[in-house]
C-alpha cells in the first residue's frame, strides 16, 4: 500500500500538467507506506512516450531522502496517451523492486494513477490511496 495526502496528488498532477504533452516524472520520499515529500524531477528525454530521470536531480533527490532517513516509497511518471500501467520498457528499466511504480493517465475528470510493484520483470498492482 502507498498513500498519497490531497495535496501530494495535487502537486503531482501539477507537475503532469506541466510537462504535457511529454511524460513527466519524479519520485517520493516517506516511511512505512507514508508518503511524506514529492520530488518532481525533468524527463531528460522530454518525450511523449518514455521518460529517464535526468541524472543530477536523481541523485540530489536520492539523497535528501536518504539524508531525511527517508526511504525512496515511489516513482512516479505519466503516460499522457494511456494506459496508467506498466509498459514493456517500464517493466525491463524498473531497478527499484521496493518501491512503487506510480503510473497516472488522463481519464475521466482528471488524471488517474495506479501502482505497481516490479520485481523479477513482473508488474503486480498494489493499492493506492489518494486522501480525498
Ligand atoms: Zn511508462
Redesign the pocket.
Known sequence: MIGLTAAQWQAITTHLDSQLPNEACGLLGGKVGQTLAVYCVSNADASPTRFSMEPGELIRTLIEIEDRGWELMGIF?S?PAGPPT??A??IAEAYYPDSAYI?CSPGEGGWQARAFEIRDGAAREIDLRIEK
Request: charge should be negative; proline fraction near 14%.
Open positions: 511518471h503516460h506498466p509498459s520498457t517500464d503510473i
